[in-house]
Structures are given as structure tokens and as C-alpha cells.
């Protein structure tokens, strides 16, 4: 794997990477030279046939402590336009990963740290994490696209009353209103992603890939377009044998029994109709 990472651990286990966001000192925030890594990471490890990506942040209090605000503060509107346009850059770049991203969030997830979570895949929990978009609060508003991922995720009403309202909710509430898929034990956080993330990483590739672009494709188009890009994908996965060797191993084993005539072809045979069994 690229490096030396100067504000990232890297950690890489067969097909799963792990990523620890170490910035302890700034609250594990996001500055400019953080998102470069990231994005730098994310490149490399798809390029090397990665399948699944754990996100952490170090220390026990954050998970990401939003973007950098002392990068922020010294910003011209100019100059933030393009902070903002470069982390959203970041997250619309995760969420069209082919790989299966997952947040494993402990303490304090708030701001960009929120949003960062809000680009993966799989949000978990430890029972001690409290997540919101508190930026009203600091006479700015969210800016790597909370505003546009948060409503998405958990519903306009709900989306309004926490960035509006700018407060942090605890696990338990932000699992009641699905901003995240679990929660689990401090303890057991580690074991929990890591369970998720090789269980999908066994998964074939290019499904996987497809699924999430379909997914995603229900945030951004209407439905008509939507649909049009779930068929697209569903026709690409007959490029690749996966689905067929399964079929016909359980049809040759008899666990899969079908009234079907199959073609010659699906059997193996050479010029003559099977019929199912």
C-alpha cells in the first residue's frame, strides 16, 4: 500500500484495510492534507484489488471531529468554497467506490466527521459515540454535503430538527432514526466491522459494485432513471460466470429443481434440450 501516511494508520489484512484517522491532537479533524490521504488510500487500495475499507479514528474521545476548524477559520469565502467543494470531492468519491466502506465510529462523530460517515456504506456504533451536524451553532452550516446526504439517510423532518437544531445525539437515538445500523459495546465495535466487512468482502466483486451504483442511483435521479441504471446493472453481472456455476452446481447436486426445458448450454451438453429434472 501507498505511503508513508503522515495523518493516517494503515492496516491491511488480506482484502480488508483498516484506516485510523490519527490526529488525536486536532480531534482527529479533516484538513486539506487529511482529505488528500484519504483519497490517496482509497486509490491505491482499489487499484490493488481491495475489497472492503474500515474507517477509525484514534484515541477514545473521536471518531472525527469534523472538519478542521482552525484550517476553517483562517478561510476567505473564496477560499472556503473550495474547501467545501474539495471534501465534498472526497465523499461523493467514496460513495462511488466499488469497495464496501464501513464507519466504525467511537466518541464524537459531529460536522465533517458525520458526513464523512454519511459517504460509507455501513455506519456501527459503539454504545459511547454521539453524532450530529452542530454547525448553526458556529454561525456556519454543513458544508461537505450533510445537507444533502443527512435528508437522504434519515428522512427531511428528522434531517432539519438535527442540523437546524445543531444539537449531538447518542447512539441509541441516532440508531432509532436509522442514521446509523447498529450499536454495539466499545469493546466489541472492532469485532463488529470487521465481521461486516469480510462477510461483504467474500461477496463477488462486480455484484457488489452494482449494487451500490443502483443504490446510489435512487439518491440522484428520478425514478425512471433509477430503474433504468438498476437494469444496466443487473445485465452487466451476466458478463461474469458467478451467477450461472451457482445455479448449475445446485441444479447438478438437486437442491435446485425447475419445470424449465434448459438449453443445451446451461447443462454443458453440446446439441440437445435437457429437460429439467
Aim: hydrophobic share 45%.
Amino acid at each position: 500500500m501507498a505511503g508513508p501516511w503522515r495523518n493516517l494508520i494503515v492496516q491491511t489484512s488480506r482484502s480488508v484495510s483498516w484506516v485510523t484517522i490519527d490526529r488525536t491532537r486536532d480531534r482527529n479533524s479533516l484538513d486539506t492534507a487529511t482529505i488528500g490521504e484519504l483519497r490517496a488510500h482509497l486509490d491505491a487500495f482499489e487499484a490493488a484489488g481491495g475489497r472492503a475499507v474500515i474507517y477509525r479514528g484514534s484515541g477514545e474521545k473521536h471518531f472525527v471531529g469534523g472538519a478542521d476548524g482552525v484550517e476553517m477559520f483562517e478561510l476567505s469565502p473564496d477560499e472556503a468554497l473550495a474547501f467545501s467543494s474539495r471534501i465534498q470531492a472526497l465523499f461523493s468519491r467514496m460513495e462511488a467506490s466499488p469497495l464496501f466502506l464501513v464507519a466504525a465510529i467511537r466518541g464524537l462523530c459531529f460536522g465533517g466527521g458525520l458526513e464523512f460517515a454519511l459517504a460509507c456504506d455501513l455506519r456501527l456504533a459503539a454504545d459511547d459515540a454521539r453524532l450530529g451536524l452542530p454547525e448553526v451553532r458556529l454561525g456556519i452550516l454543513p458544508g461537505g454535503g450533510g445537507t444533502q446526504r443527512l435528508p437522504r439517510a434519515i428522512g427531511a423532518a428528522r434531517a432539519a430538527e438535527m442540523i437546524l437544531g445543531g444539537k449531538l445525539y447518542d447512539a441509541a437515538a441516532a440508531h432509532a432514526m436509522g442514521l446509523v445500523t447498529e450499536v454495539v459495546a466499545v469493546g466489541s465495535l472492532d469485532a463488529a466491522a470487521a465481521s461486516w466487512a469480510e462477510k461483504v468482502a467474500s461477496l463477488p466483486a462486480h455484484a457488489l459494485a452494482g449494487a451500490k451504483a443502483a443504490l446510489h442511483a435512487a439518491d440522484e435521479f428520478p425514478l425512471r432513471q433509477g430503474l433504468r441504471v438498476e437494469s444496466e446493472r443487473f445485465a452487466d453481472c451476466f458478463r461474469h460466470p458467478d451467477f450461472a456455476e451457482r445455479v448449475r452446481r445446485q441444479l447438478a447436486e438437486g437442491r435446485l429443481e425447475t419445470t424449465r426445458t434448459l438449453r443445451a448450454t446451461e447443462r454443458g451438453d453440446e446439441d440437445v434440450d435437457v429437460p429439467g429434472p
